[in-house]
């Protein structure tokens, strides 16, 4: 269960935070987002230390895209916003984690999770429905799936 927390978080929260990740040597760190009152796995993304303090400054998450080198404010095309209830940073400081309150799917497929396929003696299988068509979310053309 997340914590209630009201958000922006001060500046010095912020900073000791920022201070508290280890980011790579691309200046990324791993998010896992996920649902924080079912503990649903939503998705896995990439920070970087503006789109952290962004992130809680706001209370609505934004990620580093890898391939469009630019912020990925969840939600700002599909309309499936991320609102920010907890985020916890690990033990050794080099992953995230995301407690948001989801708006909508995750997934730019359509699907509430990223997570909807698994291994299976017979394969990888689909073990989620399509909530929103893909259609719906993204104008023609406006998204390609890529690892962000």
Known sequence: MSADIAYPLPAATVEA?????RFDANGLVPAITQQHDTGEVLMMAWMNRESVAETLATGR?????????????KGDTSGQVQHLRELRVDCDGDTLLLLVDQVGVACHTGRRSCFYRSATPDGLSTIADVVTDPLDLYPPHGHKHTTT
């Open 61 to 73: 998450v934004c990620y580093w895209s890898r391939s469009r080198q630019s912020f990925w404010r």
């Open 17 to 21: 935070t920022l201070a508290a990740i």
